[in-house]
């Protein structure tokens, strides 16, 4: 009887007991996943990425750093976080960004451009800070030399091969006297390639015909200035500025049958005849290569800033028969030729 009442007793608590047990075991299992994904999280680099604007070669760079440091074993998501922010071009966004870069303290902070150069030399004093897409950090004051610089600062640069911009010139069209540029006088690395343009065209016996732009809204005055003197070819520097209108400036160009020729891999297929680029891809590898020299315990301070590794030649031969350009047969032979279709 007493066997009875308890076996009675204990099928009518079985149902409470087993949900009990349930409910313990997902408990348990919950605190174990939260436990495993808390180790996982810290035991994740914390990298920050603070570009200037939205252009080209902000694009390539982003993701050449996130492919570099997958190159060398580091995946996002898995091995570290990434947070990206872009100013639009705003210098008191800017500021706002580097300031919570200073407060988050990331392991590493990559920035790309010149203005981002210039604001982070002011405001970073010790997070390791990795540059890249910036023609010449010691005009941006990162260093007095390649070797000489920031303690904390160390990056990538990417000044435009302007020499053998004009070496191709001279092959290509041996008739030009004069070719013309727009250049961005707020922008110091626009006024440094605008000068080492003009430097190379100067020693070739070629004058250069430069238009300045303040701002995205002048572009297309300029453009139009610039035709009106006509030089045989423009030839676009590169900056922050006239690298976001690139395909307006290539559009008004033909329009009145001047040819262009460019210093950004993505011109080539808005219609630049010949494009002798820095590979901005290349550029953010190159910068997550000596991030992951950080991060394995070497100072910013004893790695010398360094030229992106790798120069492209992409040309058009559609854009150079609308032209009449009659592109010499050896163009084809370069190593490494990009023909754009």
Same mark, same amino acid.
């Given at each position: ?8 007793? /204990?099928?009518?608590? /079985? ?35 603070? $570009?200037?604007?939205?252009? =080209? &070669? ?15 074993? &580091? ?18 966004? &800017? ?10 303290? @990331?392991?590493? &902070?990559?920035?790309?451009?010149? @203005?981002?150069? $210039? ?27 390649? $070797?000489?610089?920031? @303690? ?15 070496? /191709? ?5 041996? $008739? ?8 961005? =006088?707020?922008?110091? !690395?626009?006024?440094? !390639? ?19 732009? !303040? ?10 200035? *610039? ?28 329009? +009145?049958?001047? @040819? ?6 993505? +011109? ?13 891809? +290349? ?6 290569? *000596? ?25 058009? =031969? ?7 350009? !009659?592109? =010499?047969?050896?163009?084809?032979? +370069? ?7």
């Amino acid at each position: 009887m007493k066997h009875s009442l308890v076996k009675r007793a /204990w099928a009518s608590i /079985w149902p409470l007991v087993k949900m009990l047990v349930i409910i313990i075991v997902i408990s348990a299992a919950l605190l174990l996943t939260d436990k495993i994904s808390s180790m996982n999280n810290s035991a994740r680099k914390r990298f920050s990425l603070i $570009q200037f604007n939205d252009s =080209p &070669l902000s694009e390539l760079s982003g993701q050449g750093i996130i492919d570099g440091l997958a190159s060398l074993g &580091l995946i996002r998501g898995r091995d570290f976080d990434l947070d990206v922010s872009n100013a639009q071009g705003d210098i008191a966004a &800017l500021n706002l960004m580097l300031d919570k870069a200073v407060s988050d303290r @990331p392991e590493i &902070l990559f920035i790309s451009s010149t @203005p981002t150069l $210039q604001a982070a030399v002011k405001k970073i004093r010790t997070l390791p800070v990795i540059f890249t897409v910036v023609a010449d950090p010691l005009v941006a004051g990162a260093g007095s030399s390649f $070797q000489d610089h920031l @303690p904390n600062f160390t990056g990538i640069s990417t000044l435009g091969d302007y020499e053998g911009m004009i070496r /191709w010139v001279k092959i290509i069209l041996p $008739q030009a006297r004069q070719i013309g540029t727009l250049f961005s =006088p707020g922008e110091s !690395n626009s006024v440094k !390639n605008m000068n080492v343009l003009k430097n190379f065209a100067e020693l070739a016996g070629i004058k250069l015909i430069t238009v300045p732009v !303040n701002s995205s809204q002048e572009v297309t005055d300029a453009v139009y200035s *610039l035709a009106a003197r006509r030089p045989d070819v423009i030839c676009q520097i590169v900056d922050n500025l006239t690298s976001a209108s690139a395909g307006s400036i290539i559009r008004i160009a033909r329009d +009145q049958k001047i @040819p262009v020729f460019g210093f950004v891999s993505d +011109q080539s297929k808005a219609g630049a005849v010949i494009v002798v680029s820095r590979d901005y891809h +290349q550029a953010g590898a190159d910068a997550a290569r *000596l991030a992951k020299r950080v991060l394995d315990g070497e100072s910013p301070a004893k790695i010398p800033f360094e030229f992106v590794s790798k120069t492209e030649l992409l040309i058009n =031969p559609a854009a150079a028969a609308f032209f009449k350009i !009659n592109l =010499p047969k050896d163009i084809y032979l +370069q190593k490494g030729i990009i023909i754009t279709k």
